[in-house]
């Protein structure tokens, strides 16, 4: 998909939206209607091509963080994937890389933590604690038994599982640092 943030006019008079771009909407999939409006002139098509580009709003313009982010299934299958050292055959690797765009090389064996980093900017770094986190007395960082302190070094994942608080909508810790240091464009691919 070339654009995974497009919004795209179906049969029937209806939207087909990427769950990334529904918490914005507000878009909870019980009957809500949404209302299009067709411009008119080039003046005006051009005009919100610039202001209104989905990808362009990953950021809050009211708190400044990401209001944009995965949901549902990719939560979960986020989580499913990088929580503890499940190993992968070289086949589900590629099929799971191949899904999100990827085309680099893939080794047998990879774990879902190595399987997620290879989306990921090269020189991403950033520490903190996953939603998981159940506030131990004493935090035992990168030694946690709940796999919920994550640690990305240059990269690459290496301790932690990717929850909500990391790519969720109103909390996504590494959408946001994407968005903000690699800009909107980044943000758009890694969702």
């Not at 029937?12 to 909870?28: E, S």
């Not at 989905?54 to 299958?77: C, M, T």
């Not at 994937?81 to 690797?93: H, N, W």
Request: aromatic residues 10%; glycine residues 8%.
């Amino acid at each position: 998909l070339k654009d995974l943030l497009n919004h795209n006019l179906q049969p029937y008079k209806t939207f087909r939206l990427n769950l990334a771009v529904c918490p914005p909407y507000n878009a909870d999939f019980d009957g809500d209607e949404m209302n299009m409006h067709v411009l008119q002139t080039e003046e005006s098509r051009a005009e919100a091509e610039i202001l209104m580009k989905v990808q362009e709003h990953i950021l809050s313009p009211r708190f400044g963080g990401a209001i944009i982010g995965a949901i549902h299934d990719h939560i979960s299958g986020a989580f499913l994937l990088t929580y503890g050292e499940k190993k992968f055959s070289k086949y589900d690797a590629i099929r799971i890389l191949s899904a999100a765009g990827y085309r680099g090389e893939v080794k047998d064996g990879m774990t879902g933590k190595e399987i997620f980093s290879k989306i990921l900017p090269k020189e991403l770094s950033l520490e903190y604690t996953a939603k998981a986190c159940i506030g131990c007395e004493t935090c035992l960082k990168e030694k946690c038994p709940y796999d919920a302190y994550v640690v990305i070094k240059d990269g690459k994942l290496l301790h932690g599982a990717i929850d909500e608080k990391s790519i969720g909508a109103f909390k996504g810790e590494i959408v946001e640092y994407i968005a903000r240091r690699y800009g909107n464009d980044a943000a758009r691919e890694f969702l």
